[in-house]
């Protein structure tokens, strides 16, 4: 082999090598990136039928007092870098009602916004597009509860004509429609008012673009709403 030629083999060795390089480099990126993007929770890809399944299971367990016997400390670890929540879940701020304990859920499967009065405002909307979008939640559930102070209060402001004090006037004119409604209806005022609120909000949630009715109408988005019963700890599906 003249000297010229070894220099060429040379050379193809070396280019050789440096490709190989290049791909195995490649091949590790992909490998990685694909590990970084793994969820955290596999058990949460659910269809938005299987979520709503799983989430009444839950509530199932809860209202026959079964307890999950969560590990929490093992469960911690594995959420740092991310989440993957099955469910969101738009409630009520009242102490009476826990989402993750009514659901008999463990950490990083609920994506939980509480506020007076379950409705959806701009900040709420935006917490539920980031789920959706972000974190690829399949259900949103309204859930709203008997009892409820903040439906009674609007009852009774709009009654007396009477604003309440400081903020709770906001809470007043974001349910004063589902009150009104309520009052075309036969029945308990109250109770019409606390269902006909969870409705409204959920044809709000899957009517508001562009994320989530786009969502809902390709069928990766359920929006359904409930009714939780604070003396037996039952959710009611009411649309």
């Known amino acids: 082999m003249s000297y010229l030629t070894k220099i060429a083999a040379s ?21 990685d990136a694909k590990q970084a993007k793994a969820p955290p929770k596999p058990h949460n890809l659910l269809s938005p039928d299987a979520a709503l399944k799983r989430l009444m299971e839950g509530n199932d367990r809860y209202v026959q007092g079964a307890s999950r016997g969560d590990d929490f400390k093992r469960e911690r670890p594995v959420l740092v ?32 916004c509480r506020l007076a009065g379950n409705f959806a405002n701009d900040d709420t909307l935006a917490s539920m597009e980031y789920a959706v979008a972000v974190l690829n939640t399949p259900l949103i559930l309204v859930l709203g509860h008997d009892h409820c102070g903040a439906i009674d209060a609007a009852i009774k402001s709009l009654q007396d004509d009477k604003p ?46 562009p ?20 003396a037996t700890g039952r959710v009611d599906l009411v649309s």
């Open 11 to 31: 050379r193809r060795s070396l280019l050789l090598f440096a490709v190989s390089a290049v791909c195995l480099r490649l091949g590790n990126n992909i490998v």
């Open 81 to 112: 870098d991310g989440q993957n929540p099955y469910a969101a879940v738009l409630s009520c701020a009242d102490s009476r009602v826990a989402p993750e304990l009514v659901f008999g859920t463990g950490l990083g499967d609920l994506f939980v």
């Open 164 to 209: 309440p004090p400081g903020h709770i006037s906001s809470l007043v004119a974001a349910l004063a429609p589902a009150v009104q409604a309520s009052r075309q209806q036969t029945g308990d005022t109250f109770a019409e008012a606390t269902r006909q609120n969870v409705i409204d909000n959920v044809n709000k949630l899957k009517s508001a673009g």
């Open 211 to 230: 994320i989530l009715n786009a969502a809902v109408e390709q069928n990766r988005l359920k929006v359904v709403g409930g009714l939780y019963r604070l």
